[in-house]
């Protein structure tokens, strides 16, 4: 497993935007392939974006045109951009990671989590 830490959360206006940070503990985390998912309060986990390890990526309906997964390896860092925020969007925002040449919106099949950080669009 590699400890993920992620970063960049904040309360925003709707119609704004955040930058979230995963970071990872390895140096080989261009070797993962790595997910986004959020939990709003009262709701199950859900996928929000994904990429693997060469680039390829995948985004839930939802966020499709307003948030754009990218990676840094020499970093060890993916980013999840997000603009034109809804306050629908509001929850707390998880990375996780699989060491894997595969991306996949199933949470279950990524074995490394992070600690989560909280996104809170006002409108």
């Known amino acids: 497993q590699v400890q993920l830490v992620e970063s960049g959360g904040g309360l925003v206006q709707a119609g704004g935007s955040l930058r979230l940070s995963c970071a990872a503990s390895?140096?080989?985390?261009?070797?993962?392939?790595v997910g986004w998912f959020r939990q709003a309060p009262g709701k199950e986990r859900e996928f929000v974006a994904a990429?693997?390890?060469?680039?390829?990526?995948t985004y839930v309906d939802s966020v499709k045109g307003r948030f754009t997964i990218s990676r840094d390896n020499a970093k060890n860092t993916v980013y999840l951009q997000m603009n034109s925020l809804k306050p629908e969007d509001t929850a707390v925002y998880f990375c996780?990671?699989?060491?894997?040449?595969?991306?996949?919106?199933?949470?279950?099949?990524?074995?490394?989590w992070g600690q989560g950080t909280q996104v809170t669009v006002s409108s």
């Open positions: 390895t140096r080989t985390f261009s070797d993962y392939a």
């Open positions: 996780a990671a699989r060491r894997s040449v595969i991306h996949t919106t199933e949470g279950r099949q990524y074995n490394s």
């Open positions: 990429i693997s390890r060469i680039g390829g990526n």
